[in-house]
């Protein structure tokens, strides 16, 4: 609750006092009314191929999922994740009750949801490395990205090597799985429920069906994670572009460097999905990287760079929660994926299995 309060009051804060002193929101939409018919086509195609990027990623890492299955289960937990405080935990539970409903064991649920975490974590803090990367061959790099950019690579770095020890043998799994399991008992005390105990042995099972997933399927799930990140900058990109930021003005690698960097505050606990936070990090990064270079008054680009960013908010957040709507309707209505319970496979030992 008092998460909710916060958020309702920070959004406000952004959206009633600070954005409009930005750009009022009658230049903002006098902006976004001048776009074409075959501009707001091609913005909106660019949306929706971002949306069947996710599904194809989550296919790749559940076997026997379909594209039709994969849209309602991303699209109801993406809209409860972006519209509670804290709906991350709510959206799971929901998201594993689907894929219960259909048959899918809690094995196959819980490789889903790590990989695709995981992968997408990976994708996000190295996106900002490359952003850098490519904004220094083009002479376009400033000293204000260096700082941001190695503390992802760190982290990525650290994150890559604990999977990695996790994947090289067993009793690094095991050691993981018991000091995060010490830690969780640990919380789990101050509400007086008892330790967990298992986790050492299910994060070894979990190593076993990752392996397995992962040489069967990690050229499609590294292809499709990357896909639907690219996709995704490419509809800021074009809402950039059909509101009359040019690339003389900001160029394609400086939109990918402040997207890289506002895609990490996405996963700010504060507000749903990072609401308010993201769009001031990708109003006042544009801004920045375009301000010396604009064609038109400052009041101006000031305008196209917000009408751009609230566009694309729109259209990849405020759209997917109505659409996450319709998609819990078609779950709790449809009966043709609905299967009986499955029982849970057995993890055997194989001799001569990684160790």
Same mark, same amino acid.
């Given at each position: 609750?008092i998460q909710?309060?916060?958020?309702?009051?920070?959004?406000?804060?952004?959206?009633?006092?600070?954005?409009p002193?930005?750009?009022?929101?009658?230049?903002?939409?006098?902006?976004l009314?001048?776009?074409?018919?075959?501009?707001?086509?091609?913005?909106?195609?660019?949306?929706?191929?971002?949306?069947?990027?996710?599904?194809?990623?989550?296919?790749?890492?559940?076997?026997g999922?379909?594209?039709?299955?994969?849209?309602?289960?991303?699209?109801?937990?993406?809209?409860i994740?972006?519209?509670?405080p804290?709906g991350?935990?709510?959206a799971i539970?929901?998201?594993?009750?689907?894929?219960r409903s259909w048959?899918?064991?809690?094995?196959?649920?819980?490789?889903?949801?790590?990989?695709?975490?995981?992968?997408?974590?990976f994708?996000?803090?190295?996106?900002?490395?490359?952003?850098l990367?490519? !904004? *220094?061959?083009?002479?376009q +790099?400033?000293a204000?990205?260096l %700082? =941001?950019?190695?503390? #992802?690579?760190?982290?990525?770095?650290?994150?890559v090597?604990?999977f990695?020890?996790?994947?090289w043998?067993?009793?690094?799994?095991?050691?993981?799985?018991d000091?995060?399991?010490?830690?969780?008992?640990?919380?789990?005390?101050?509400?007086r429920?008892?330790?967990?105990?298992?986790?050492?042995?299910?994060?070894?099972?979990?190593?076993?069906q990752?392996?397995?997933?992962?040489?069967?399927?990690?050229?499609?799930?590294?292809?499709?994670?990357?896909?639907?990140?690219?996709?995704?900058?490419?509809?800021?990109?074009l809402?950039?572009?059909?509101?009359?930021?040019?690339?003389?003005?900001?160029?394609?690698?400086?939109? !990918? *460097?402040?997207f890289?960097? +506002?895609?990490l505050?996405?996963? %700010? =606990?504060?507000?749903? #999905?990072g609401v308010g936070?993201?769009?001031?990090?990708?109003i006042?990064?544009?801004y920045?990287?375009?301000?010396?270079?604009?064609?038109?008054?400052?009041?101006?680009?000031?305008?196209?760079i917000?009408?751009a960013t609230?566009?694309?908010?729109t259209?990849?957040?405020?759209?997917q929660i109505?659409?996450?709507g319709?998609?819990?309707?078609?779950?709790r209505?449809?009966?043709?994926?609905?299967?009986?319970?499955?029982?849970e496979?057995?993890?055997?030992?194989?001799?001569?299995?990684?160790?």
């Amino acid at each position: 609750m008092i998460q909710a309060v916060i958020s309702v009051a920070v959004v406000v804060v952004i959206f009633a006092l600070i954005l409009p002193k930005i750009a009022s929101y009658s230049s903002v939409w006098h902006t976004l009314t001048r776009l074409t018919w075959l501009e707001l086509v091609t913005v909106i195609a660019a949306t929706i191929f971002n949306l069947f990027t996710y599904w194809w990623q989550m296919q790749a890492a559940m076997p026997g999922l379909t594209l039709g299955q994969a849209a309602v289960n991303n699209q109801t937990g993406t809209t409860i994740s972006n519209l509670v405080p804290g709906g991350g935990a709510v959206a799971i539970g929901v998201v594993v009750a689907m894929f219960r409903s259909w048959g899918f064991t809690g094995s196959e649920i819980a490789l889903l949801i790590s990989t695709t975490g995981v992968w997408n974590s990976f994708m996000k803090l190295a996106m900002p490395v490359i952003a850098l990367a490519l !904004l *220094a061959i083009t002479g376009q +790099a400033t000293a204000a990205l260096l %700082a =941001p950019a190695l503390i #992802g690579l760190v982290i990525l770095a650290g994150a890559v090597f604990v999977f990695a020890l996790m994947l090289w043998r067993k009793r690094f799994a095991r050691a993981i799985g018991d000091g995060l399991g010490r830690a969780w008992s640990w919380l789990r005390r101050l509400t007086r429920r008892p330790p967990v105990t298992s986790w050492g042995e299910g994060a070894v099972r979990f190593r076993t069906q990752t392996i397995s997933l992962i040489e069967r399927r990690w050229i499609q799930l590294t292809l499709t994670t990357i896909l639907s990140h690219l996709a995704l900058y490419l509809v800021l990109l074009l809402a950039l572009r059909h509101v009359g930021v040019s690339e003389q003005e900001i160029s394609w690698a400086q939109v !990918l *460097a402040v997207f890289a960097f +506002a895609r990490l505050l996405s996963a %700010a =606990p504060i507000t749903p #999905g990072g609401v308010g936070f993201v769009e001031l990090a990708l109003i006042g990064g544009l801004y920045a990287a375009g301000r010396h270079h604009a064609d038109v008054s400052l009041t101006e680009f000031k305008a196209q760079i917000t009408a751009a960013t609230l566009l694309f908010r729109t259209l990849t957040y405020g759209i997917q929660i109505p659409l996450g709507g319709f998609t819990y309707v078609i779950w709790r209505r449809s009966k043709r994926w609905l299967r009986g319970p499955v029982a849970e496979p057995t993890v055997l030992a194989l001799q001569g299995a990684p160790s």
